[in-house]
């Protein structure tokens, strides 16, 4: 048995341990906000959060995330109101929308840390994640814009 | 996939009159008159109320429209109702959509393709909308018993100004559903738009952003289990035998099977495409269990040999050979090579070019060459499929349901009528989705199994598995005078396994002596439409070359084109111009101006410009390039649209800027090379993809105003953009870039290095 914590919720399943996170959690547990792209970390596509920090799912092995807060999509706000979905939506960045949790959840990160992110860190904190539609431009737009709701309303 | 008009798909007989009489695609009425006679389909909740195909009005004054359209981030889901919404006069806000199931008969041939979706749907929309309408405010008239000329309407309320009565739509819904159908409902003029043309915002947006189960790979069915498949690991190879004891020893594994796809003889249409005919099945629980065990697969495969192939295009058949050998990339050039120097099938001539020629003071010849590409669709492929003896489920992310439909009648040997296609939203199409090979894959899976299945593709399947865009080359050549004007102009092209010339195309038609030749190399890898196919390699080539020649002619870029294009307008030469002279100079004019063309304050950039027209539509794009850490960046884009009345502008902006960045992507670094037969890319590691710090931090999309239908737009931004990446590195590295990608190892014949052809 695995006894795993996301989005502020346990689960205890039977799993093999060497199972990749992103396997578990679209196919056992049936969160499919997360998605699979390419299955070697070159995507980004599959970005949860493992204790805050960006991780690849489909090649976290669902062992290590045993005693560790796992957020996905799905558990980033209560009510679809981070600021960075507000910023997606009041942009509407999405196209085909398939890359876009992923993006979001890279960038959840990089707002953590970094109240004022530059031009330069987005880029870097986001080269990870591809988006085959091309929507880098309003990505990046949408990253600045959610910083300043952040930063107008810190929690 | 361009030369599918709305007008050339099948049509069951009844409806085929509809059209007829309507003037376009009139399906919904015809349905609308069975329903209103009291056969309903049945599908449809009883609380609805049918108004037509496309709408439903709940007594409660719900307004809700189905999308007739698949989805793959085109955002028609959006735009098309948008458009019922307007004629309706139904508030937009308020307004529900929903994903129509596949219905040939019902919501017409639901192809989201060759730009096609809008303007394929634009009128009957419309029609729709304006006629729903039209009979809530006849109800309305006689229940109020006033003259329906009185009535108005606003906001999905019917008003009767003298009398101060009023009433919401769903108030009169089922009074409206029978009344006979008005004929001739006029359309609102386009100065009257309030929803149209006015940005709305992605009606999927907030199931996007929170991750709410939208695609084919997302769809869940009880005790549904995971396929997937094992293909041979080169083009030109085929299954001999293979032990699945391993496999079958490992969890979660249910069966291990060879399957095949079509029986022999089979008549493929022109969509059937398939890469490999047998492939070798793995079905399981679950995906990781699936794409573990079939690592431990023992398969031994043994080279295909020559195959021969009938397919039957639109009433076309023909017997089409596949060759057996194992290609190599190298080899394919060189082959190119031998092919360019024989006589080619002549597409268009006019003057006399080879005097042309042999009198000019200077003639100019490039070559230009393009690699396979792959689709590379975000979410891999993938089908959901449930068939029994009696019917057929299939669910997931498809371009075509209607091409699709047939063949999977034909080789699961059920009627069309038992075989229900539900679509789901895509992860990028590109063209690939339109290639329904994966649901027939799905479809016999399940039958064999005899469960509920779901086919996925791995990234590694889906990259090395492919319908790719075909390889291309074409040398252009053009004489001049000796002042130095454009006497000729000749391109010979051709591709594996197909051509990309459009020979009527600008600048065909401006030109006194032209002439345009064809040639193609039969192979085994399998080709299909990508985004504007041909277009995508036309206009990489074609506008670099007119770069160069304008160069050479002393002339600006732009003042060239409009040139050439002048005369095409007030003396053309030829017959059969596919383009409009006045709206090509219209976006090159507009973007000249957009983008500051000759300011000198612009100087800090590499500027290159490239128009095209396609898919009806006309683009042209100023690309601003910066060298940084000894490498190029398009720094910024200026783009000039005409594609008729802009529908969703703001959404219609990012599929432009979507392509854009698309098109620096695949010009930069696309590639999928064989060796052996063996693709050389699998996954994104190998297949260089264009990242978030090389897009452009600044595209600026502007779109003609005029009052024009709608054309397309998903493609025509995308080819233009190579040629002006092209002419921007020209002048950021004072080197002509003939070969694609530009960047990393491009496409270059080993045997002749130096760009120098002569035919
Ligand atoms: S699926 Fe994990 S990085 Fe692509
Ligand atoms: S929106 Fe389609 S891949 Fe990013």
Redesign the interface.
Known sequence: MIKLNINRKSYELDV?PE??LL?VL???I???????????A??G?CVVHLQGQAVRSCVTKVSRAVGQEVV???GLSEN?DHP??KA??EL??????????GQ?MSAAVLLKGNKNPT?KD???A??G????????????KAIHLAAEIQRKNPK | MEQFKSTTHSRRSFLRSSLLAGGGLMISFTWFAETAAGTSNGTDLPEWIEINGYIKITPDNIIKILNPNPE????VMTSLPMIVAEELDADWQKVVIEMGPHDNVKLGPQFTGGSNSVRMYWKPLREAGATARRMLMEAAAQSWNVPVEEVSTKAAMLYHEKSGKSGTYGSFASKASVIPIPKGVKLKEVKDFKVVRN?Q??V???K????????G??Y?HEGML?AMIEHPPAFGMKLKSFDAAETLKM?GIKDVFRQKLYEDGFEQAGFDTRTYNELLVVVGK???EV?NARKKLKANWEPAGDSKETVNFRGQKREVLIPGQLESTDAQLDKMQEYANKPAEQLRRDGDPEAAFKNAAQVIERTYNAPFLAH?????MNFFAHVTDEKALLVGPLQAPGWTEPTLAKVLGLPADKIEIQMT??????GRRAYGHYLVEAALISKKVKAPVKLVY??EDDMTYGIYRPMYTATYRAALDANKNLVAFHVKGGGIPEHAIHANRFPAGAVENYLAEAWQIPSNITIGAFRAPRSNFNAAAEQSFLDELAEAMGKDPIDFRLELLKKAKENPVGKNNEYDADRYAGVLKLVKEKSGWGNTENNKYSRGVAAYFCHNSYAAHVVDMVMRNGRPYVERVFSAMDCGIVVNP??AT??V??????GI?NAFYGKLSHKEGAPEQN???RYR?????E?????EVHFVQNDIDPTGLGEPPFPPVFGAVANALYKSTNKRYYNQPFLGAPLQPKSKPENKRSF
């Not at chain 1, 509407?92 to 949790?101: F, I, L, M, N, T």
């Not at chain 2, 996007?208 to 695609?215: A, D, Q, R, T």
């Open positions: 093999d199972t990749p396997w679209r196919d056992v049936g969160l499919v906000g997360t998605k699979y792209g390419c299955g070697v070159q995507c596509a996905t999509i799905e679809n960075l979905q997606w939506l509407d960045v999405s196209q085909c929308g398939y890359c876009q949790a979001i031009d987005i880029d870097s986001m080269e994640n591809i988006c085959r539609c091309g929507t880098y431009l309003r990505i990046h | 793959f981030g085109q955002n940005s915002k992605n999927e947006g907030l996007i952003v929170s991750g709410k189960p939208l695609f790979l997302d869940k995971i969890p679950t995906t990781w794409m590379n669709c975000m979410e891999p939203r895509m992860g990028g199409g590109f791995t990234r703001d959404a990012n599929m800027e979507g392509a854009i960045v698309d992507g996954n994104f590691s993809m264009i990242r978030h710090s897009a452009p931090k600044k595209i």
